[in-house]
């Protein structure tokens, strides 16, 4: 019999290299994955705000500091991994993951930024406009064709969006525009993930992608840089290994089963995010975020459903 020990590395491996489909564990692994996303947007709040309900954690918190500790954090989670795990790696292709790299570093920092101005849920529902700006990117960059069907799913999710950014509002509009280049850069990033799958295992381009995050975030934070106070710096730590994980959870999740199956599980985050920030924050969502928020989970599920049929096996 193995040790707890080994039974330990063992299960971690086999978490790693999956062999077998497994819709249960996916889908449990997806909504595993959107509570710890959920929460990274929830401590970067906190940074960026200064407190964490009635905790003062110290003064605001510049967004590209936060963004610097999610990926320093990150990296030293994932190179502990990798050093226990020792996974094969290829010859990466530096130049996408540069790409990659570098419009995730942006589309992160900005949506930290976002979450000190609007409610997580607001944050949260925005993000998931990451695959309409993908696929728009699609087609000049990929040469892919867009049916109506998919232009009308990324027409109702651009709507709910307008609905968030609350024109008028001066704050809140501009989280909700913070929140929205966020989303458009993270859509640009799966361009250039899209181009590596295949190519490269998860484990390398989760690795390769954070060093490359690090040592831009390593050098955007230097003229901003302050000293983190313990609970600042307890916060970027969990901010770095929640992504880590959820990052990890996710990939295992598409591993497992068809994305067009896991991809609806991760709409959970914007329960997570407002259950979150009520906890936390005491925001309650009003009609607004309600309302916006099923707009463009609306679109973003037509998206996704379109996706699976396209996808799915032709009868002959």
């Not at 040790?3 to 692994?29: D, F, K, T, V, Y």
């Not at 916060?235 to 959820?246: Q, S």
Request: hydrophobic share 60%; glycine share 10%.
């Amino acid at each position: 019999m193995l040790a707890p020990a080994g039974r330990s590395l063992h299960m971690l491996r086999a978490m790693m290299i999956p062999r077998a489909q497994n819709p249960g564990l996916a889908a449990l692994l997806t909504l595993l994955a959107a509570a710890l996303a959920a929460g990274t947007t929830l401590l970067a709040k906190a940074l960026g705000t200064g407190t964490l309900g009635a905790q003062v954690l110290g003064p605001p918190m510049h967004a590209l500091q936060i963004s610097h500790g999610r990926f320093a954090f990150a990296l030293l989670s994932l190179a502990l991994a990798a050093a226990v795990l020792r996974p094969q790696f290829v010859r990466p292709a530096l130049g996408l993951h540069v790409t990659r790299s570098a419009l995730g570093f942006g589309g992160v920092t900005l949506m930290f930024a976002a979450a000190a101005f609007i409610p997580l849920s607001d944050a949260t529902a925005i993000s998931f406009l990451n695959p309409v700006f993908g696929m728009m990117l699609a087609i000049p960059l990929l040469g892919e064709r867009v049916g109506p069907v998919r232009w009308a799913a990324a027409v109702i999710a651009l709507i709910g969006a307008a609905v968030l950014t609350r024109p008028g509002t001066e704050s809140l509009q501009t989280g909700a525009l913070l929140a929205l280049g966020a989303a458009a850069l993270l859509g640009a990033e799966l361009i250039a993930t899209k181009k590596l799958a295949g190519r490269e295992a998860p484990m390398q381009v989760l690795l390769v992608n954070n060093v490359i995050g690090a040592m831009i975030a390593t050098l955007a934070v230097i003229p901003v840089w302050q000293t983190p106070t313990a609970p600042q710096w307890a916060a970027l730590a969990g901010i770095g290994v929640l992504m880590a994980g959820a990052q990890a959870c996710f990939i295992n999740a598409m591993a497992r089963a068809d994305a067009s199956y896991v991809a609806p599980f991760f709409y959970a985050a914007l329960v997570f995010a407002a259950l979150y920030d009520f906890a936390f924050f005491g925001v309650q969502p009003d009609l607004i975020s309600i309302s916006g928020g099923a707009i463009i989970l609306s679109g973003a599920g037509l998206l996704a459903w379109r996706q699976a049929r396209l996808r799915a096996p032709k009868s002959v």
